[in-house]
């Protein structure tokens, strides 16, 4: 089941519309020149992932930074709502649902730890 985000991901034009859609050249050039301190998730409205950024210079001192360049487009789409990215999304859940229990158990673990 995919979270509410106010409107239909699937289409079926019930609900609000969907807000503007993010530029992938820009999300690139703003990791080139703000990746380091996250910028490019800012702007994508990743707000925990920007602020680990912007703390650990670039994700684990730069690491974080290099494999941005290969998942941008993945965030792009997700942040832009994009119906064939949660469509495969949904079939790669289906196909492996044991990833979901995964991270189901490990944000109960973080959640006992951390109250």
Same mark, same amino acid.
């Given at each position: 089941?995919?979270?509410?985000? #106010?409107?239909?991901?699937? #289409? @079926? ?42 703390? @650990?210079?670039?994700?684990?001192? #730069? ?36 990833? @979901? ?13 951390? #109250?």
């Amino acid at each position: 089941m995919l979270p509410s985000l #106010g409107y239909d991901l699937l #289409g @079926s034009g019930e609900g609000r519309a969907p807000p503007p859609k993010k530029s992938l050249t820009l999300t690139y050039a703003l990791w080139f020149f703000g990746g380091f301190l996250g910028l490019h998730h800012f702007y994508l409205e990743r707000d925990s992932q920007a602020f680990l950024w912007w703390a @650990s210079l670039g994700g684990y001192f #730069g690491m974080g930074w290099i494999r941005d360049l290969f998942v941008i487009p993945k965030y792009v789409a997700e942040a832009n709502q994009d119906k064939k990215y949660f469509e495969a999304l949904i079939q790669k859940i289906k196909a492996n649902p044991t990833v @979901s229990y995964l991270i189901s158990f490990q944000h109960r673990c973080l959640d006992c730890f951390y #109250g």
